[in-house]
């Protein structure tokens, strides 16, 4: 009995050591890949705050911005990023209340994208500041009946929680790294080292960690559909045909829980091939999550067909010339793209299994993301370009809304920070949750204990 | 990078421009400090009675006299955030007048010291429908009573005074421009390029009332000429129409003072009896200015109704 008891052990710290190497991969081994992208990511950074000085130089002017569209690419890219960094709480949070258990390997890859999106968004925001030098006039003159406001308070609430559910669960894995990564600069060993705090893993401590997880995973839904819910609202509280929508809440809500899946599928292919995880994260994985984007696509065609559709119905003056304008006009062959490309055919294919399969959900998240931000594009610049008064004594180009070169390139280097953010953590800490893992596939936590010390 | 360059000899070819004519124009009135533009004409044999510090009354000639510094008081910038007490201002164009001659276009754009691209006060030419004849539409900032733009800015820069005014405050604008999105009036402009003469006007202290020296990266808009209505004057605009579309005055005492030839109404009489409205009413902004309807459309040349 004894012997049979040893054996069953024997193979479970077998099996365990096996987990522990292979998701220690990222951060032991430095493939050429690894140096080339960071550099190409830091590349692409400088040439963005290159283009920010510039900017802060000759003022707004770098860009195309002006007094008609007078908010353009950088609230696109805010309210796309802040859009993205909502599937954290998706996947952790709503699935994990629902009791979903197929999430375990992606919870993490959720919650670094959170993070990192949030993280760029906060930055571009600044971005598009005229006077980013007074940004702490906000802390001293604030007034709370400004959405702006309400928008600074949840986005940074968000931000604190989604690092706290990033870290949370990870300290049993930092306490693991703790032990085992002893080749490891000074400097690495040393953040381990505090941010295990202390960690034991004994039976109370698991206990407290679950507990405060618990609470965290509450608290964060209410926020997360928060700083979306008030994202809409900046455009949401004004006059404007095309803004002025009681349903912007929710339609921006569903359309962030469709971009953010797809951001998790894509990184969850790339964490797969490069490191050769389709044992963690498997087929099966990507079936689940297509269904998922299909789930919340069809609620944002939903929202899509109330958005537009019913305005089209009745065609009232200045709704009726904004929905002509995406329908037949300036933008018509963006927003059908969107709505197709984005929407419509990836719904349609995802219903059939074999577009469930790894590679064909990459190619439609690709889709989904690129038609997400487009579409934050769409819901920012016609409206911004067709005013209540008609446009008279400007210059031509007052128009039109073609982002410069300059503007392009300082969004194209937010998305790099977003990336480097996560290209960085993927190299310190393990991208799958270890203990997690090791739990799901029944070893027990005495050894994951012991493997701690 | 092309783009830049371009703007670099847009801006150079406006400074030389500024230089020459708008700028020396704005430069001797902020010297001057006063909202006639003709004060230099010497002895004009209109004399006026001032009581001196001694309390002794003298009379000098009109001509002698200007103001020495219009922020005497260190708090004038917190003085300028209450309003004038015992006013609520209101402006009542009268469509039918308008003839386009930009008047007012030219003296605000100078006096606040904007860049031809930028507008406080904007002369449009509106058509409700296709078969309606065309009209000229001068409007600025409508002051409104609910303002839009008030409610979103998120550190107090713009602010609505006790006499009806909205103001910004461009010391304090961070330059988020959410109050350019919820204006639905398109009544404000950002400065998105250093403004012109601004190495000119860089030690000039800033004035609240009259938003200038204007600042790079943030909002400026029609201020009601808050410091004309200071001195008990009728804004630039509204002196500077040659056509008598303009009166402006105080709700309170039902007085408002046409412009051009100094003739003091009824405002409830005239709105009432005219048919006067406000600008998109139904949005709830409770708009403090006033149209009369374009009766006389015929002044709108055709050539103009192209670009409507």
Redesign the interface.
């Known amino acids: 009995m004894r012997e049979v008891y040893r054996k069953e052990e024997q193979e479970q710290r077998l099996q365990l050591e096996q987990i522990v190497t292979d998701l220690t991969l990222p951060i032991n081994k430095t493939y050429p890949s690894f140096k080339i992208w960071v550099g190409f990511l830091l590349l692409l950074i400088a040439v963005g705050v290159a283009m920010y000085v510039q900017q802060l130089i000759y003022g707004l002017s770098v860009t195309d911005m002006r007094d008609i569209a007078s908010w353009g690419l950088y609230i696109s890219d805010f309210v796309f990023l802040i859009a993205v960094s909502l599937v954290g709480s998706l996947i952790t949070a709503i699935l994990k209340l629902s009791n979903v258990k197929w999430t375990t390997p992606l919870t993490r890859i959720a919650e670094v994208i959170a993070v990192a999106a949030v993280v760029g968004a906060l930055t571009i925001i600044v971005v598009d500041m005229g006077r980013p030098d007074r940004l702490w006039h906000i802390f001293v003159y604030g007034r709370i009946q400004s959405p702006i406001v309400w928008d600074i308070i949840v986005v940074n609430t968000y931000l604190v929680i989604s690092l706290l559910l990033l870290y949370l669960p990870m300290i049993p894995d930092i306490a693991l790294l703790r032990q085992r990564m002893n080749n490891k600069p000074k400097w690495q060993q040393k953040t381990y080292q505090i941010l295990s705090m202390g960690w034991q893993g004994t039976d109370e401590q698991f206990k407290i960690l679950e507990r405060s997880i618990n609470v965290l995973i509450v608290l964060i839904v209410p926020v997360a559909l928060a700083i979306h819910t008030v994202t809409s609202w900046l455009f949401a509280t004004t006059l404007r045909p095309g803004w002025d929508s009681t349903i912007f809440g929710p339609y921006f809500v569903s359309g962030a829980f469709m971009v953010g899946a797809a951001a998790v599928i894509l990184l969850m292919f790339i964490v797969r091939i490069r490191y050769n995880y389709a044992k963690y994260i498997t087929d099966y994985h990507f079936d689940m999550m297509a269904k998922l984007l299909v789930l919340t696509s069809l609620v944002y065609l939903y929202f899509n067909i109330n958005e537009y559709l019913v305005p089209a119905y009745k065609m009232k003056t200045l709704d009726g010339e904004h929905i002509n304008g995406l329908f037949f006009g300036h933008f018509s062959s963006m927003f059908w793209f969107v709505q197709i490309a984005g929407m419509v055919i990836p719904i349609f294919l995802m219903i059939f299994k074999p577009f469930r399969k790894p590679k064909a959900v990459l190619v439609i998240s690709i889709f989904v993301i690129i038609g997400a931000f487009l579409k934050r594009f769409l819901i920012v610049t016609p409206t911004m370009l067709h005013p209540f008064l008609p446009v008279q004594n400007y210059p031509e180009s007052y128009h039109h809304y073609t982002p410069t070169i300059p503007e392009s390139l300082i969004v194209v280097g937010s998305f790099a920070g977003v990336a480097l953010v996560i290209t960085l953590f993927l190299k310190v800490f393990p991208i799958i949750p270890i203990w997690e893992t090791a739990h799901e596939k029944g070893i027990s936590n005495g050894i994951i204990k012991n493997s701690c010390k | 990078?092309k783009?830049?360059e371009k703007?670099q000899s847009r801006r150079k070819f406006i400074r030389n421009l500024g230089a020459l004519g708008l700028g020396s124009l704005a430069f001797s009135s902020i010297i001057g400090g006063s909202c006639s533009p003709k004060k230099s004409e010497l002895a004009s044999g209109k004399t006026v009675k001032l009581l001196t510090n001694n309390n002794e009354l003298v009379e000098v000639d009109s001509a002698y006299i200007s103001t020495l510094n219009k922020n005497l008081s260190s708090n004038h910038n917190s003085e300028s955030r209450k309003g004038l007490p015992g006013k609520k201002f209101v402006l009542v164009v009268d469509l039918a007048k308008c003839q386009n001659a930009r008047k007012c276009?030219d003296k605000c754009q100078s006096v606040h010291q904007l860049r031809p691209?930028?507008?406080h006060l904007?002369?449009?030419?509106?058509k409700e429908s296709e078969n309606t004849a065309p009209y000229y539409m001068p409007?600025q900032c409508q002051h409104c009573d609910n303002p839009?733009c008030v409610?979103?800015?998120?550190?107090?820069?713009t602010f609505k005074r006790s006499d009806g005014i909205v103001l910004i405050d461009n010391e304090?604008?961070?330059?988020?421009?959410?109050c350019?999105?919820?204006c639905?009036?398109?009544a404000?402009?950002?400065?998105?390029?250093?403004p012109i003469d601004a190495e000119k006007y860089k030690d000039v202290p800033y004035d609240i009332e009259k938003n200038v020296p204007q600042k790079?990266?943030?909002?400026t808009k029609c201020t009601f000429s808050a410091d004309c209505l200071r001195e008990g004057k009728l804004p630039y605009c509204v002196s500077a129409c040659p056509n008598g579309v303009y009166y402006f005055g105080n709700i309170y005492e039902d007085s408002v003072t046409n412009g051009t030839s100094g003739e003091t109404v009824s405002f409830r009489k005239l709105v009432e009896e005219n048919g006067g409205y406000r600008l998109?009413d139904d949005?709830g902004?409770a708009p403090s200015v006033y149209y009369l309807p374009p009766k006389n459309r015929a002044a709108v040349p055709k050539e103009e109704n192209s670009?409507?």
């Open positions: 990078m783009e830049s703007d276009m691209d930028q507008h904007n002369v449009l030419v509106m409007k839009p409610k979103v800015c998120p550190v107090d820069a304090r604008c961070i330059g988020c421009r959410f350019i999105a919820a639905p009036y398109s404000r402009s950002f400065n998105w390029y250093e790079k990266g943030t909002v998109m949005l902004t670009h409507v």
